[in-house]
């Protein structure tokens, strides 16, 4: 027996009693002994794999197909990095000859901060003649220019008006919104004929485009504001007048701001006496029209002079009465949203389009193919599409527009031959003549009596119907003379009167203005007699073109008849 049996060496082997006979080594080492053949197997493998890579890349090497082919790579690849490499030295090159190009900041050449809508804020430099102007346009407004000399330049103006009148237009303040081809033509106008205050609001530039329309832009002004530049040309032919320049777009947000009065020696502020409306995008004219009416500030709206060349078909009417202009006809609608339904002058033209006369050209399919046609131009609302106009149009709805405003604001009369009141005629005749059928029906078809029959519809109905629905045509042959309504089907409960109104005591035939569509009076009788009295469907009578283009216009009828 061991004396010290604490002291004794452990055995290798198992210690079954301890861990329920699960082997167990006794020592660390002997277990990495037992990993070692592993270990060998797994060497031998990595290395079997590496023998066979090798192998098999030696093959390919010695192929000449993959020699071929890696020279072609490698060689394309030094030639692509060449190229790239070449490209940008020369951009690189570029770009330091523009900034080399560019003067540094000073009296000679300036610099300003664009607007938000990416526009020059400031004029360039001024000629020796610009300053000249502006420094006597300066002394001038301070009162140093002889009274005498400016009632002399406007001399024929004064005979005209007479004294009182020319001193009212002297003393006016007239805001123009839009200073483009209509704009600055008003402006110029105006300013010539003695109007002393006048507010410019425009956010846009003059470009080269603008030149064939313009009143004053020369090539010098070609990327300059429009406001600065009508102020910089007249100045120098009206020097007494103050201008007051806004680069900015009319909206909703800042009419308070635009259309504010005009301050008068530090306290006394004057109300504008006319505004004058020459935008060419849809919501800021009628944000502009609707806020004026509102607060009962007088203003001249200019309608669309684009694809016109006719200036005798110029007129002045109420925005009720106005026809053949697409720009007016959506006005009109947006302003009836509003609440509005006349009561603003427009100046448009009543010049038909026709074969070979220009037009506006749709838009090419892949520009819808970007997205929403709205998302295509700077701003919203505004057109992606150039509009064709002759550069004598603008002038003349320009100064038509600035007669009225100088014969309103003088106190000369005016009488205009407006282009609604030669239709008004037209709307009693055919109202007249849809009297003049109800009671033919009323007797022949149904056996009524029909004296002290009435319709429920009046003159303002048939212009509704003649000039917004059906565009002041025949829907069958688009002549625009010798017009009538009729209805278009026989109405569900004949052309005798309601029964229900009869027991009020009144005679009414109950014809909506959905019903009617609008003919010359051979079509209407023909429609009489071969669908009212001869039992025929609109379709036994009409092709599919004319059925279908009623059926649209009745929608559209349908659908604004609720806004009347």
């Given at each position: 027996m061991?004396?010290?049996p604490s002291?004794q ?5 198992y210690?079954?009693?301890d861990?329920?006979?699960r082997p ?5 080492d002997q277990?990495d002994?037992a990993?070692i053949p592993?270990q060998q197997?797994?060497?031998?493998a990595?290395?079997?794999k ?5 192998s ?5 090497a ?6 071929l082919?890696a ?7 030094a030639a692509?990095g060449?190229i790239?490499?070449?490209q940008?030295m ?6 330091e000859?523009?900034k080399?190009?560019i003067?540094?900041i000073?009296?000679?050449h300036q610099a ?5 809508y990416?526009?020059a804020s400031?004029l ?7 300053e000249?102007?502006a420094?006597?346009a300066?002394?001038?407004q301070?009162?140093d220019y002889d009274e005498d000399?400016i009632?002399?330049q406007?001399a024929?103006?004064?005979v005209?008006?007479n004294?009182k009148g020319?001193?009212e237009?002297?003393?006016s303040?007239?805001i123009v919104?839009g200073c483009?081809?209509v ?8 300013a010539?004929s003695g109007v002393?205050?006048?507010?410019l609001i425009?956010?846009d530039q003059v470009t080269l ?5 313009h ?8 990327g300059?504001?429009k ?13 007494w007048?103050?201008?007051?320049c806004?680069n900015?777009?009319f ?6 701001k ?5 301050s008068l020696?530090?306290?006394?502020q004057?109300?504008p006496?006319?505004?004058?409306d020459?935008i060419?995008?849809?919501?800021s004219?009628?944000?502009?029209l ?5 607060h009962?500030i007088?203003v001249?709206?200019?309608m669309?002079?684009g694809?016109?060349s006719?200036p ?10 106005s026809?053949e202009d697409?720009?007016s006809r959506?006005?009109r609608?947006r302003?009836k ?10 100046v448009f ?13 749709p838009?090419p399919?892949e ?5 929403q046609?709205?998302e ?9 599409r ?14 038509t527009?600035a007669s ?6 003088s ?8 282009g609604?009141?030669?239709?008004d005629?037209m709307?009693?005749?055919?109202l007249?003549?849809l009297?003049a ?8 078809e149904?056996g ?12 303002e109905?048939?212009?509704y119907?003649?000039e917004?629905?059906?565009?002041g045509?025949?829907?069958v042959?688009?002549?625009?003379n010798r017009?009538?309504?009729?209805p278009?089907?026989?109405?569900k409960?004949g052309?005798?009167p ?12 109950p014809?909506?203005l959905q ?6 009076k ?5 429609h ?11 379709e036994d009578v009409y092709?599919?073109?004319?059925v279908?283009?009623?059926r649209e216009?009745?929608e ?5 008849e609720k806004?009347?």
């Open positions: 061991d004396p010290c002291k060496q452990p055995s290798f082997g210690f079954e009693e861990y329920g006979g167990v080594y006794d020592d660390y277990a002994q990993r592993e197997e797994r060497r031998k990595v290395r079997n590496r023998e066979t890579m090798t098999w890349l030696q093959r390919q010695s192929s000449h197909n993959v020699q082919a020279t072609a790579v490698l060689s394309g690849a692509a060449a790239y490499g070449y940008a020369k951009r690189k090159a570029a770009v000859e523009l080399a190009s003067p540094d000073s009296e000679q300003a901060q664009l607007t938000e990416g526009t400031l360039p430099i001024m000629s020796k003649e610009d000249r102007s420094a006597l300066q002394r001038v301070q009162g000399l009632l002399e406007l024929r103006n004064r005209f008006l004294d020319l001193a237009l002297r003393s303040f007239i919104v483009g081809g704009g600055s033509h008003a402006t110029a106008a105006l010539r002393s205050r006048i507010r425009d956010f485009s603008s030149l064939n329309r009143a004053v832009a020369t090539l010098a002004d070609v300059t504001p406001v600065q530049c009508i102020r910089r040309r007249l100045e120098q032919v009206v020097p007048v103050q201008f007051d806004r900015e777009l909206g909703a947000s800042v009419a308070n635009l259309l504010e009065p005009w020696n530090g306290s006394e004057k109300q006496d006319y505004v004058i020459c060419d995008n849809i919501s004219k009628v944000e502009l609707h806020y004026c009416h509102s009962s007088r001249i709206s200019s669309g002079a694809c016109k006719d005798t078909r110029v007129a002045v009417a109420d925005i009720s009465l026809t697409p720009l959506s006005t609608r302003l949203l509003l609440g509005i339904h006349s009561g603003i002058p427009v033209s009543t010049e038909k389009p026709g074969p070979g006369k220009a037009s506006l050209l838009l399919d520009e819808f193919a970007k997205g046609v709205g295509l131009g700077v701003l919203p609302d505004f057109r992606v150039i509009l064709p106009v002759l550069g004598t149009m603008p002038a003349t709805f320009g100064y527009i009225h405003v100088i014969c309103e604001v106190g000369y009369p005016i009488e205009y031959s407006l609604g009141k030669s239709r005629k709307y009693d005749t055919i007249s003549g009297q059928l109800a009671e033919r029906l009323s007797r022949t149904a009524e009596d029909p004296i002290g029959l009435r319709l429920p519809i009046g003159k109905d048939v212009a119907l003649v917004e629905i059906w565009r045509r025949s829907v042959s688009g002549l625009p017009l009538a309504l009729i278009w089907e026989r109405p409960s052309f005798g309601d029964k229900q109104w009869e027991q009020e005591g009144q005679k009414l035939l014809l909506k019903d009617l569509v609008c003919m010359t051979e079509e209407a009788l023909r009489e007699r071969e669908v009212f009295k001869g039992g025929k469907g609109v092709d599919e073109t004319i279908n283009k009623v216009r009745m559209e009828a349908d659908m604004y806004y009347r």
